[in-house]
């Protein structure tokens, strides 16, 4: 079963607000990654977290690797329609051995 | 460069059956990944195959198996199918595998099991 926590399960907002999303972990991750689902298709990878404390950016996303390398955020800034979709957290913990998803995060945003 | 692909897109069985499922990965890679994508259980990973070989394994039963090409295409194997069986699998690929290297996922394939 899952290990990552992820929250909200979904979100329905209004176009050009901000989002935000979170991931969280009972171990310690060695990597973190968000990934965007559409319907229909397979998870596209929107970013990628390698150190503890990165934060980085994909134009209107911008992603964290938490200090204690249990948690994760994903931002997205004046979120537009074609923000819609799922959004998931992944990642590799110590064995890194397999990918681990959070639950995923349901985004609806009403134009 | 292509994406990865996979065949068929969908795909209808009844109990019982069995089912094999392919995937071409992205041009150099050498790993392909496996996962089963449900509305109750989320993405789990069932494995890992890395030039032609097993590398790692998710709690799966047996039913599910695998192999993989010298050319590094794969395909998955579920025999004797459940209706539990019913789901999107998808399959990534990456050069130098789980743990390793970021992994690029393809459209999956849609299987239900009646």
Not at chain 2, 50 to 65: A, C, I, L, M, V
Request: glycine residues 12%; proline residues 4%; charged residues 15%.
């Amino acid at each position: 079963g899952q290990q990552l926590n992820q929250s909200p399960q979904s979100m329905f907002i209004q176009e050009g607000e901000d989002v935000s999303m979170n991931c969280t972990s009972s171990s310690i991750f060695n990597t973190w990654l968000w990934y965007k689902q559409d319907p229909g298709e397979g998870p596209v990878l929107l970013i990628a977290l390698y150190k503890a404390g990165e934060l980085t950016s994909n134009g209107r996303l911008t992603a964290q690797f938490g200090i204690t390398r249990k948690d994760s955020f994903l931002n997205i800034s004046a979120s537009i329609p074609s923000d819609v979709g799922i959004y998931f957290c992944a990642g590799y913990n110590n064995a890194g051995n397999m990918l681990t998803f959070g639950g995923g995060t349901r985004l609806m945003v009403k134009p | 460069k292509a994406g990865v692909t996979q065949t068929p897109r969908y795909l209808i069985k009844t109990r019982g059956q069995q089912v094999t499922l392919s995937c071409s990965p992205i041009s150099g890679h050498r790993s392909v990944s496996w996962y089963q994508q449900t509305p109750g259980q989320g993405l789990q990973f069932l494995f890992e195959y890395f030039s032609e070989t097993q590398r790692n394994k998710g709690n799966f039963p047996g039913r599910f198996s695998g192999r993989q090409f010298s050319n590094s295409r794969s395909e998955m194997n579920v025999s004797t199918l459940e209706l539990g069986d019913s789901a999107l699998y998808l399959c990534a690929s990456s050069f130098g595998g789980v743990g390793t290297d970021t992994q690029y996922f393809g459209p999956g394939t849609r299987l239900t099991v009646l």
